[in-house]
Nanobody, 128 residues
Framework: QVQLVESGGRLVQAGGSLRLSCAAS????????MGWFRQSPGKEREFVAA????????LYADSVKGRFTISRDNAKNLVYLQMNSLKPEDTAVYSC?????????????????????WGQGTQVTVSS
């Protein structure tokens, strides 16, 4: 099993930037594709970004493309989400997730159902 803990969420003004971190423990994250999701009150969980096991391939939701960047440091067991040009509609609880699928090393799943492990989330609030 792998345990995931997110950090870096806070209140920020529109147009600002934040970097979220996801620290993994229990197993090396080299075995997992990693993803970021977000959820705001009254809405379903929404895909944000995913990165393949080796970091070669990434995938983004259209709503964040060009503003957010997902990256990973497998040596440190960390995954990051750099968020720039933040908008009030980015306000949500952001969670990282790990996909234990042993298939393609280029897999970047966008469906929450593909992920096996989840962190508790970190709150990001963007004020207008």
């Amino acid at each position: 099993q792998v345990q995931l803990v997110e950090s870096g969420g806070r209140l920020v003004q529109a147009g600002g930037s934040l970097r979220l971190s996801c620290a993994a423990s229990g197993r090396p994250i080299t075995n997992y594709a990693m993803g970021w999701f977000r959820q705001s009150p009254g809405k379903e969980r929404e895909f944000v970004a995913a990165i393949s096991r080796g970091g070669i391939r990434t995938l983004y939701a259209d709503s964040v493309k060009g503003r957010f960047t997902i990256s990973r440091d497998n040596a440190k067991n960390l995954v990051y989400l750099q968020m720039n040009s933040l908008k009030p509609e980015d306000t949500a609880v952001y969670s990282c997730a790990a996909d234990d699928y042993g298939g393609s090393p280029y897999s970047t799943p966008a469906s929450p159902a593909s992920y096996d492990y989840w962190g508790q989330g970190t709150q990001v609030t963007v004020s207008s």
